[in-house]
């Protein structure tokens, strides 16, 4: 079946300016992450949805920063007034969420964002 | 709280050398444990998981077991090859806190021929 898709696969874009980051997940995965990596580091965790619960955005580092999910499905992640230091890998992930075992996380291809 | 700690890198390696990637993790309650790869230029990937202690987790000629006792997930392979270079991610899951993972920083390692 589909993996996890997100576009675009590369984005530039100018300070200043507000882009928008797609991610279609797995059918009938409730559970979708963002994630932030920057240049040679690690995972950065952003923001957590899990079926109609309120999203965990414990991990966005500003207000710039904001995701919806819609009819449980799509998400979109908007960095408004972006800076410089928002250039990294934006990775998007799903996972199935039934009870009982332990299920891993499919990860999308990201979404290369450059800020110039 | 919950939290993995990864063996620090970049590993270099001939080839048919012999790997580990050391992983230890904290958890409050029973977590499941997982190693993910990225490739350069790609996404991550499931490498292998293991949900319970004493658990081992094999792919690709990679193996790791879920030892509670030390909290440890170490990664191994006999005999690395150089489509094995990539940034190996050591990862939990605890059912008892919700569906957020946690993952370590990333190991980077190269083969060499």
């Known amino acids: 079946g589909a993996g996890v898709s997100q576009s675009p696969s590369n984005k530039v874009t100018e300070k200043g300016k507000d882009v928008e980051l797609r991610c279609d997940p797995i059918s009938g995965h409730t559970a979708l992450y963002w994630y932030r990596q920057s240049l040679g580091q690690g995972l950065e965790f952003l923001i957590y949805f899990q079926g109609n619960s309120a999203p965990d955005k414990s991990g966005l580092p500003s207000d710039r920063f904001s995701a919806e999910r819609t009819g449980g499905s799509v998400s979109t992640l908007t960095i408004q007034r972006t800076q410089q230091e928002d250039s990294a890998v934006y990775l998007c992930?799903?996972?199935?969420?039934?009870?009982?075992?332990?299920?891993?996380?499919?990860f999308g291809p990201g979404t290369r964002l450059t800020v110039t | 709280g919950n939290s993995v700690t990864q063996m620090e890198g970049p590993v270099t390696l001939s080839e048919e050398a012999f790997l580990t990637i050391n992983c230890t993790y904290t958890?409050?309650?029973?977590?499941?444990l997982f190693w993910y790869v990225q490739y350069p230029g790609e996404g991550l990937q499931l490498l292998l998981k293991?949900?319970?202690?004493?658990d081992k987790g094999s792919n690709k000629g990679f193996e790791a077991t879920y030892r509670k006792e030390t909290t440890s997930f170490h990664l191994e392979k006999g005999s690395v090859q150089v489509s094995d270079s990539a940034v190996y991610f050591c990862?939990?899951?605890?059912?008892?806190?919700?569906?957020?993972?946690?993952f370590g920083t990333g190991t980077s390692l190269t083969v060499i021929p």
């Open positions: 958890a409050t309650g029973y977590p499941s």
């Open positions: 293991a949900t319970k202690a004493d």
């Open positions: 990862a939990l899951s605890d059912l008892v806190t919700g569906n957020q993972f946690y």
């Open positions: 992930a799903s996972r199935f969420s039934g009870t009982g075992g332990a299920y891993e996380q499919y």
